[in-house]
């Protein structure tokens, strides 16, 4: 048996993990040892390790991180518990791999300790490029730390390589939460509306919006901006999603709910959950925001997504993805672009460049021939001036 670690942050994190781990589990080489940190272990964020015990996972260790503050000196004090956490729960796992996705400095703390500890590391969705925040320096610096590389398009399997990585480490699978889209049996808009609110019976559009943190625009000034946007099309409903823990992400949470208190047309969820969300993302008639979900998911549901901000600038995208600044008049026209009848039938038709073909099993299989043959932590330094 290989013990696999896999270390979750966030709802978002999770959602996409959650077909890799029940896979892992099932396996009768693997055993999943599967550590939860960050934002799930916070009531302000909906606490949301119960969804996983829910899920039936079990919970091998909790890495407390106490994000009290989203202030730059909060979050670097959170990281330091984090550190000491991982350190804790590194020394008695016995872990022969550590999975790793995405860029959130939960993440990037995994990386060092695990890099201390020596435990190799297979990274997701590295190689990919998000100018407008600071999880851009985060992705590459897990890149380094990694040792097989899992992209989710060509381009970014090449951009790994170009970094240095050996291409034997790196396999392009497609974007897991985009596998799990087609195998997922979604929920319909009665059961939505049962399940949590009637305004799913109505056209809505789902927005979530994440702190941009490498935009000057104060936090304040970007979801404003937005929410004054929406309000110019009262007669859709709106689905708000919490924003993440990131620098100014407490302070997006609470200007949701003050709006919503104050419109009847909207609704705010701490966490809908994979499916939920999901599901919620099928009908809508699109998706808003700065979510990656937006960019990655949306396209395979065939429904537009308007991309506010440089959050996302630099990643891979379809036909369906509109961008503009985060400027009440531009947001509003992308808006207006969205729904005219053109755009939808392009976004009917639209390909996904995020679509592989089996994503989970890929990565299962590459992990296990891995450790059979042996993980070497000692890497070289690929150079492509000397391969061609």
Known sequence: MYRIGVVTGTRAEYGLLKPLMERIRKDDLLELYLIVTGAHLEKSFGYTCREIEEDGFQISRRVGMELTSGAPHGICVSMGKEMQGMAGAFKD??????????????????????????????????????????????RHAITKMS???????????????????????????????????????????????????????????????????????????????????????????????????????????????????????????????????????????????????????????????????????????????????NERGEIQSAIQKALSPEFRRICRGCRNPYEGAHTCETMTEVMKIALKKGICLQKTFYDIRRSE
């Open 93 to 138: 796992a016995g872990l022969d791999l550590l999975v790793l996705l995405g860029d959130r400095y939960e993440i990037l703390i995994a990386a060092a300790a695990a890099a201390m500890f020596q435990i190799p590391i297979a990274h997701i969705h590295g190689g990919e490029i998000t100018r407008g925040a600071i999880d851009d320096a985060m």
């Open 147 to 325: 040792h097989l590389h899992f992209a989710s398009t060509q381009e970014y399997a090449r951009r790994i390589i170009q970094m240095g990585e050996c291409p034997e480490s790196v396999y392009d699978v497609g974007a897991i939460g985009v596998e799990s889209i087609r195998d997922m049996r979604l929920l319909s808009r009665e059961e939505l509306a049962e399940r949590y609110t009637e305004l799913f019976l109505g056209r809505y559009m789902m927005v979530t919006y994440h702190p941009a943190t490498l935009e000057g625009q104060p936090a304040e000034e970007q979801i404003n901006a937005l929410l004054e946007a929406v309000s110019a099309y009262p007669e859709y409903n709106y689905i708000f999603t919490y924003a993440n823990a990131d620098k100014g992400g407490i302070l997006i949470n609470r200007t949701i709910d003050g709006f919503v208190r104050t419109h009847s047309n909207t609704a705010v969820f701490r966490s809908m959950g994979r499916h939920g969300y999901l599901s919620a993302l099928k009908w809508a008639c699109m998706a808003v925001g700065n979510s990656s979900s937006g960019i990655i998911e949306a396209p395979s549901l065939h429904i537009p997504t308007v991309d506010i901000g440089d959050r996302q600038r630099g990643r891979a995208f379809g036909e369906s993805v509109i961008h503009c600044i």
